[in-house]
C-alpha cells in the first residue's frame, strides 16, 4: 500500500494545469494577481501603448494578432499554436521563457498554479 503523501502526488500529477479546464479560479484573487501585469499590460481593447499588448479578451484570440510589434518570439509561437486558449496561457503565464524562448517580456512567471488559475479566471471574465 502506499503511503498518504505517496498517493497525494499521484492525484496532484492527474490534475489538469490550472485554468484549463475553463472554470478553475477565483477572478477576485484574479484582479489581485493582475496587478503584476498592468504595468505592461492594459485590458481595454486596442490600448497597445504600454510595453506589452492589451490582453481584452485573450482567451481565443490569435497569439501575436493584436496591432504591436510582437518579438519574433511570440510570432514564432503563433505558428506553433495559432490561438490563446486557457492551457496555453497557463503555461505561458508560468514560464514564458520556456514556450516563447527569447521572448521579450521581462517577466520570469508566475509559479503558484492557484495564482495563475485565479488570473485566468479574471482576465475570461473582464471582457
Known amino acids: 500500500m502506499i503511503g498518504a503523501v505517496a498517493a497525494m502526488a499521484v492525484l496532484l500529477a492527474l490534475l489538469p494545469p490550472a485554468g484549463a479546464d475553463g472554470r478553475a479560479g477565483d477572478p477576485r484573487r484574479g484582479k489581485a494577481a493582475f496587478q503584476k501585469c498592468y504595468a505592461c499590460h492594459a485590458l481595454e481593447p486596442g ?35 495559432p490561438r490563446w486558449d486557457e492551457a496555453l496561457l497557463d503555461r505561458y503565464i508560468a514560464d514564458p521563457e520556456a514556450v516563447a524562448p527569447r521572448t521579450s517580456m521581462n517577466f520570469h512567471g508566475l509559479r503558484d498554479r492557484r495564482e495563475r488559475a485565479d488570473l485566468i479566471a479574471y482576465l475570461r471574465r473582464a471582457r
Open 47 to 81: 490600448k497597445n501603448d504600454l510595453s506589452g499588448p492589451t490582453l481584452h479578451r485573450i482567451l481565443g484570440r490569435r497569439v501575436a494578432s493584436e496591432r504591436f510589434d510582437y518579438s519574433p518570439a511570440l510570432r514564432a509561437l503563433a505558428k506553433r499554436s
